[in-house]
């Protein structure tokens, strides 16, 4: 079963940060915090993952609470292409991923 | 880099006959694959994990002899719909990942669609 709670759906302006906010509060100190996100009729893309620290390359940034408990994606100048579904997966490096219903994001022109 | 493929990239079929779709990693070593299933409207279901040589791990409520894995190589598992049904119908897609590696990478998905 997943493991996190994210709101169903989040609207965001284009050009503006987007932030998506994920709940994992029974995350284990093993297991990391992935992000993918999934767009109409496509397979999941990849977008960033990490486990204590806060993480940012060139799609987004993530930033983990202290407790772990929680973290929140940031999309920091959403476009149209960025309209999808966003995952947030917790899991053990190598161990399966158990999807939740994630987020969909609208980005308005 | 890290790139998986699938064929076919959607498949109508007959009810009753078998459905065999393809998984590649392109450019790295699969040694563990996962394939998933997805209903429209709802979210990946997991069905699956294959490590290369051995035999596929399923999750629960998911029929082995229905639904046959084989991963033989370290870029290539198959997934084989047997007896196909109209329930059947749905989005099929695959993830792979290379021993050492923190995260699984996906493939593009394959349509099924049984009459």
């Known amino acids: 079963d997943a493991k996190t709670t994210q709101p169903t759906s989040m609207d965001c302006a284009e050009g503006r940060a987007a932030n998506l906010p994920c709940n994992h509060s029974?995350?284990?100190?093993?297991?990391?915090v992935y992000w993918y996100r999934q767009i109409h009729s496509q397979g999941p893309q990849y977008i960033i993952h990490?486990?204590?620290n806060n993480e940012t390359n060139e799609m987004a940034s993530l930033i983990i609470t202290e407790d772990r408990k929680s973290s929140t994606l940031i999309l920091p100048h959403a476009t149209l292409r960025d309209t999808a579904v966003y995952y947030c997966?917790?899991?053990?490096?190598?161990?399966?991923?158990?999807f939740g219903t994630g987020t969909s994001l609208t980005v308005i022109p | 880099g890290a790139v998986v493929s699938q064929h076919p990239s959607w498949v109508i079929c007959k009810s009753g006959t078998s459905v065999k779709i393809e998984c590649r990693s392109l450019?790295?070593?699969?040694?563990?694959m996962f394939w998933y299933r997805q209903f429209p409207k709802q979210s990946l279901m997991l069905m699956a994990t294959?490590?290369?040589?051995?035999?596929?791990?399923?999750e629960q409520g998911v029929e082995k002899d229905k639904f046959l894995i084989n991963h033989a190589s370290l870029t290539l598992s198959t997934l084989t719909v047997t007896s196909a049904h109209p329930e059947d119908s749905s989005f099929y897609i695959c993830?792979?990942?290379?021993?050492?590696?923190?995260?699984?990478?996906f493939g593009p998905g394959t349509r099924l669609l049984v009459l």
């Open positions: 993830s792979a990942k290379e021993q050492g590696w923190e995260t699984q990478y």
């Open positions: 029974t995350i284990s100190g093993n297991e990391y």
């Open positions: 990490g486990l204590k």
């Open positions: 997966i917790v899991s053990t490096t190598g161990n399966q991923f158990y």
């Open positions: 450019d790295f070593q699969a040694t563990t």
């Open positions: 294959s490590n290369e040589g051995s035999k596929a791990t399923y």
